[in-house]
T-cell receptor, first 113, second 115 residues
Framework: DQQVKQNSPSLSVQEGRISILNCDYTNSMFDYFLWYKKYPAEGPTFLIS?????DKNEDGRFTVFLNKSAKHLSLHIVPSQPGDSAVYFC????????????FGTGTRLQVTL | EAGVAQSPRYKIIEKRQSVAFWCNPI?????LYWYQQILGQGPKLLIQ????????DSQLPKDRFSAERLKGVDSTLKIQPAKLEDSAVYLC?????????????FGAGTRLSVL
């Protein structure tokens, strides 16, 4: 069963606009959430995280929003840049830390000029 | 600071053969993970080590997969015998361990093709 779902396999956004990537989860024990970015032929790279005690975390152009009641989180990238083109994975953990991760299937973001 | 090193980068074998992957984590990282990423899916945790002890191997197919981290540093993951469905990218990750967020840092992976 897919406990972490990313229902959009791909997303195309113009440079300078906002990119919004979505993630849903089913396991109510998840209490720590992360986004990873992956370029071709490289391993995933940590981007941003959020604990379940918060509903928003911001780091530069990247903001993650968490809606616990809806079991939904989203990643906002503003403004989007061509270098942001990559596959983005949502991940969740029940341990309060980044250990024991369950990953979603990923969303491929393409930022066009 | 050097990242997580994995080798080989690519491996092609025939079914029923054996294969081994090697991982060298970031220096000082106590926790080491092996993941399997099948095409079109997210990484799936196979095994987690804390130093040289196994913390979680609940998703490791133990009839054919084995892993070890003998001195608490490098690790090897072995598949014997391989099946067609083992074709995937095998990712190694490491984290500091202990208290804190324990962000995992990934290597570039080994792409395995089983023919």
């Amino acid at each position: 069963d897919q406990q972490v779902k990313q229902n959009s396999p791909s997303l195309s956004v113009q440079e300078g606009r906002i990119s919004i990537l979505n993630c849903d989860y089913t396991n109510s024990m998840f209490d720590y959430f992360l986004w990873y970015k992956k370029y071709p032929a490289e391993g995933p790279t940590f981007l941003i995280s959020i604990s379940s005690i918060k509903d928003k975390n911001e780091d530069g152009r990247f903001t993650v929003f968490l809606n616990k009641s809806a079991k939904h989180l989203s990643l906002h990238i503003v403004p989007s840049q061509p270098g942001d083109s990559a596959v983005y994975f949502c991940a969740a953990s029940p341990t309060g830390t980044a250990s024991k991760l369950t990953f979603g299937t990923g969303t491929r973001l393409q930022v066009t000029l | 600071e050097a990242g997580v090193a994995q080798s080989p980068r690519y491996k092609i074998i025939e079914k029923r053969q054996s294969v081994a992957f090697w991982c060298n984590p970031i220096s000082g990282h106590a926790t080491l993970y092996w993941y399997q990423q099948i095409l079109g899916q997210g990484p799936k945790l196979l095994i987690q080590f804390q130093n040289n002890g196994v913390v979680d191997d609940s998703q490791l197919p133990k009839d054919r997969f084995s892993a070890e981290r003998l001195k608490g540093v490098d690790s090897t993951l072995k598949i014997q015998p391989a099946k067609l469905e083992d074709s995937a990218v095998y990712l190694c990750a490491s984290s500091l361990g202990g208290a804190g967020s324990n962000i995992q840092y990934f290597g570039a992976g080994t792409r395995l093709s089983v023919l």
